[in-house]
């Protein structure tokens, strides 16, 4: 017995049509950041927000794990993210001083400055997706209706 899927029906629910679309939004924006970000930072958008997470963690630290879990991908993903950004001295690596088995990932002052120029690059593209198609009243309330989706968890940035 086939089972068919009536996927015309199910582009139709506005919950699923939503979805798409901050899909499609979101790949959107990261593709048009993908090319500057390399060509002029020497970063991917995805090393980027690693820095961006350990930029808003205590102490500019997090376990590899708890940076996985925060990126929502797996801890060896991490690591090989981090391993070239370490070269490069942009992350450092620190020991627990109580479980030396515990490591942190760490965002260093050269990381830091690198997040810097790159949050400059960032906030340009931000406000060309923005610019002559949105009023601030709707800025402001688009604003609240991703909080919404955000609040509460573990890699929100805002």
Same mark, same amino acid.
């Given at each position: ?24 939004? &979101? ?7 993908? &090319?500057? #970000?390399?060509?002029?930072? &020497? ?5 980027y #927000? ?22 929502? !991908? +797996? *801890? ?5 993210? *981090? ?5 490069? /001295? ?5 020991v ?6 515990? +490591? ?5 002052? *050269? /990381? ?9 690059? #960032? ?6 997706? #923005? ?11 688009? +604003? ?5 989706? !955000?609040?509460g968890? *573990?890699?929100?940035?805002?």
């Amino acid at each position: 017995m086939q089972v068919y899927c009536n996927i015309t029906a199910s582009m139709t629910d506005i919950q699923t049509i939503n979805a798409l679309r901050l899909l499609q939004a &979101g790949d959107e924006l990261k593709a048009n950041l993908a &090319g500057e #970000f390399s060509a002029v930072h &020497g970063l991917s958008v995805n090393e980027y #927000f690693m820095l961006l997470h350990l930029h808003k963690a205590p102490r500019h630290r997090l376990a590899r794990v708890e940076l996985a879990k925060r990126m929502h !991908v +797996s *801890a060896s993903t991490v690591t090989r993210m *981090a391993a070239p950004l370490e070269k490069i /001295g942009l992350l450092g690596r620190e020991v627990d001083e109580r479980d030396a088995r515990l +490591s942190y990932v760490t965002l260093t002052e *050269a /990381g830091q400055t690198k997040l810097a120029e790159t949050q400059t690059t #960032f906030a340009k593209h931000a406000g060309y997706v #923005f610019q002559d198609r949105w009023s601030q009243k709707e800025l402001e309330q688009l +604003s609240e209706l991703l909080l919404r989706m !955000v609040a509460g968890t *573990a890699g929100n940035l805002t």
